[in-house]
């Protein structure tokens, strides 16, 4: 049996323990690890790295079961000699920056730190059937053979020309499964590639052997997934190495993200898959590896999960593990932050199983036991919830026949709508007027945090965004400041679908979550399920923030070739060519060309020493050597001259 996620994909790692399945390890959005017992329901462990916000966690792979010793324990009697329990504690985690970390979860701290091994991130981690030697593969196009005994590198090597993004060790651990543009097979003992495989044109994110059998009989299967491919290709190993090509495949509605399957040990048995995809759902496969076979399979079974309420909504899954003897399957859905956990028996001779569950009242539950000491009153659906009312609020609300004293009254008998208050309410008075006077802003304001809670509770989308498309810092900073507390957290969560709308609503949404955040840090910081109600708005800003290095990048490299543009534009442009000649050379003739030159001499002398008395008028701002250099010419030039007249 074993379970796969997706490495070297986006999506969030997320892994069940080996064997028994009584863990599940979960590495969120807020950089932090969990473990959850999958008995109890309950959170076994929490980690928190020294760098999780800045390096995140980018691959999760558990250990082999071992042994552990978890303190002082009483001595055991000669028959336990022999009933020795091992269970999963190793869980090796991949970071970003290159660096990874190995936790035990009986000791529930840090078991240790692999450090100077890559130097770009890590995709994928996998563990040799032997509980001290670990593989991991990177950005740097290398795999490291970890000895986890002394925390140093044992082999390195150069695997691919591109990324690694895909790690499986055989089950017999002679073997290793590498992806990068091809997928190689290698032998361990001598780091030398076995076979090689090609037929994915994108990044490979999972590899596992479907097979026990040893390569060498032709029984040797394995899986494979690629990003942005909704098909899982199985291999075989054979005896005359034509082994190039797939030789069957599982179609699957998206890109596969989690897989568990039991290996088949011999022909007579099927292997089983359990493939969670990227869209949330939950497909089985159960199939003889025998041979190559041309048509795709399809799913035997699809398992989907909604809510309970009246327009049901999908709520996805995020692992599966399947158990050895019984048809139950464990179900791992809902959020990162604090996933549900359940044992279902699915009938999969059905086509397509539809599960409805209420998240939310789990979820509760969940978190009244585990996290927080604080009990939270269960509301009913039926009951309404009084929030106490703004102190001092007077706002005048114009429009009106009646007079206050009046309304004061009637206000048993009849109650104005929200809508009535916001259109006797001109929201244009705030607009940026330099007469108005602080009261009147003031006034104003109190206006927008009445409205704006009622617009929350109603759940009125027209008086919501009304109020939200005020732009003005001064009015939002006194607006969120005078909302009450039981407030704060719908106004975050309407600012978030906001941020996820129009661009130009998103702009003005960022204000108003900035002025939040400003004003009731504290009073957020105390509720204890605040990452589960933010975990949407954390994702959603870190997956926009994380565009901003690749957009500079962009940038710079723009700017760099305009700027190489310019420089050979400025270079080619030719300016005002001098049609002065700066030496003339004449050669050498003839008898005739001479005379006739000699008579043009005696000719033109006197013109001849005019013009070389003008070039010594224009020469003398020139250097001493130039100066001179000139001055020996025309002496040599003037004994010509007295030489051809003589």
């Not at 590495?27 to 690890?33: F, S």
């Not at 730190?113 to 030697?133: A, F, K, Q, R, Y």
């Not at 204890?528 to 690749?550: C, N, W």
């Amino acid at each position: 049996m074993a379970a796969v996620s997706g490495s070297g994909s986006s999506q969030l790692p997320c892994a069940f323990s080996p064997k028994s399945r009584q863990y599940l390890a979960v590495c969120a959005q807020d950089g932090r690890l969990r473990i959850w017992n999958t008995d109890s329901k309950t959170l076994q462990r929490e980690y928190v790295p020294s760098a999780h916000l800045s390096t995140t966690c980018t691959c999760l792979a558990w250990g082999p079961c071992r042994t552990v010793k978890e303190g002082p324990q009483r001595k055991r009697r000669k028959s336990e000699a022999g009933q020795v329990e091992e269970r999963a504690d190793l869980l090796a985690m991949g970071t970003a920056t290159g660096s990874m970390f190995i936790y035990s979860t009986a000791k529930g701290a840090l078991h240790c730190t692999l450090d100077c091994g890559h130097s770009g991130g890590v995709n994928c981690v996998h563990w040799h059937p032997e509980d001290n030697l670990l593989y991991s593969g990177s950005d740097d196009t290398h795999i490291i053979e970890w000895d986890l005994q002394t925390g140093k590198i044992r082999c390195k090597w150069k695997a691919d020309r591109a990324a690694v993004t895909s790690l499986c060790v055989s089950p017999d651990g002679k073997l290793l499964l590498s992806a990068g543009h091809t997928i190689n097979m290698w032998d361990l003992d001598t780091k030398e590639v076995y076979r090689k495989f090609t037929g994915h044109s994108t990044a490979v994110t999972t590899l596992c052997f479907a097979t026990t059998r040893p390569p060498d009989s032709s029984g040797l299967y394995f899986l494979s997934a690629a990003a942005h491919c909704r098909l899982l290709s199985v291999w075989q190993v054979r005896k005359d190495k034509k082994d190039k090509n797939s030789v069957l495949s599982f179609t699957l509605t998206d890109e596969p993200q989690h897989i568990d399957l039991i290996a088949s040990k011999s022909k007579d048995e099927a292997v089983k898959l359990a493939v969670v995809c990227k869209d949330g759902q939950l497909h089985f496969f159960e199939h003889f590896l025998n041979g190559p076979c041309k048509k795709p399979f399809f799913p035997s079974c699809s398992v989907q999960i909604s809510d309970t309420s009246d327009s049901p909504v999908p709520i996805p899954l995020l692992a599966a593990a399947l158990r050895a003897n019984t048809q139950a399957v464990l179900l791992a859905y809902g959020n990162h932050l604090q996933p549900v956990i359940e044992s279902v028996e699915i009938n999969t001779a059905e086509r397509h199983v539809c599960l409805t569950r209420d998240v939310q009242t789990n979820l509760s539950l969940s978190t009244e036991m585990t996290i927080s000491k604080v009990k939270t009153p269960i509301v009913s659906a039926k009951s309404s919830v009084l929030v106490p009312g703004l102190p001092g609020h007077q706002a005048p609300v114009t429009g009106s026949s009646q007079g206050s004293e009046k309304r004061k009254k009637h206000v048993d008998t009849k109650e104005m709508s929200i809508e009535e208050r916001l259109g006797g309410i001109d929201l244009s008075r705030v607009s940026t007027k330099k007469g108005a006077s602080k009261e009147t802003l003031s006034l104003q304001t109190d206006n927008f945090a009445v409205l704006l809670v009622q617009g929350l509770e109603s759940n009125d989308a027209s008086v919501i965004n009304k109020v939200l498309q005020m732009n003005k810092d001064s009015v939002i900073k006194k607006t969120v400041a005078r909302l009450p507390l039981p407030a704060v957290l719908p106004l975050l969560q309407e600012l978030t679908r906001k941020l996820q709308g129009h661009p130009v609503m998103a702009v003005i949404a960022i204000k108003w979550l900035k002025a939040v955040l400003v004003h009731h840090t504290s009073y957020l910081a105390s509720l204890p399920d605040l990452a589960t109600q933010l975990g949407v708005l954390y994702h959603l800003i870190e997956s926009r923030v994380k565009m901003f290095h690749k957009l500079t990048k962009l940038h710079g490299k723009l700017y760099l070739l305009m700027t190489q543009v310019a420089t050979n534009d400025s270079s080619n442009t030719v300016g005002d060519v001098d049609h002065t000649a700066r030496v003339v050379y004449v050669e050498e003739s003839s008898d005739e060309d001479e005379a006739s030159a000699d008579e043009g001499l005696h000719e033109d002398s006197d013109h001849w020493e005019e013009e070389e008395e003008e070039d010594q008028d224009d020469e003398e701002d020139d250097t001493d050597g130039r100066t001179e250099s000139k001055a020996n010419g025309e002496e040599d030039m003037e004994h010509e001259n007295e030489s051809e007249e003589e």
